[in-house]
């Protein structure tokens, strides 16, 4: 069974920094790109970064791109996302995953997430 456990959240100021972890489990970590995603208040759910098997590339939404950083250690089936410079437009429900491709095929499997809550 599919598990992912989210963590490392927590309420910041702004201008402050995150790293959130994600611990993965029930399928071939390895073969699969990662992503994170993230919902705020009244929005739908949007990719926020990804990386490759392999961790030799990686893609950002523009909102956050130069303040966070996506990596993957593929020995520990862990994904990570480093958030710095967060603005109170982070403000949301953290998740990782697979490509959403290969979550609906093994039938929509997701995490608890994680808050992030960025106020002063």
């Known amino acids: 069974q599919v598990q992912l456990v989210e963590s490392g959240g927590g309420l910041v100021q702004p201008g402050g920094s995150l790293r959130l972890s994600c611990a993965a489990s029930g399928f071939t970590f390895k073969s699969y790109a990662m992503n994170w995603y993230r919902q705020g208040p009244g929005k739908d759910r949007e990719l926020v970064a990804r990386?490759?098997?392999?961790?030799?590339?990686?893609e950002y939404a523009d909102s956050v791109k130069g303040r966070f950083t996506i990596s993957r250690d593929n020995a520990k089936n862990a994904v990570y996302l480093q958030m710095n410079s967060l603005k109170p437009e982070d403000t949301a429900l953290y998740f990782c995953?697979?490509?959403?491709?290969?979550?609906?095929?093994?039938?929509?499997?997701w995490g608890q997430g994680t808050q992030v809550t960025v106020s002063s």
């Open positions: 990386i490759t098997t392999t961790g030799d590339s990686t």
């Open positions: 995953n697979r490509d959403l491709v290969f979550i609906k095929k093994s039938g929509g499997s």
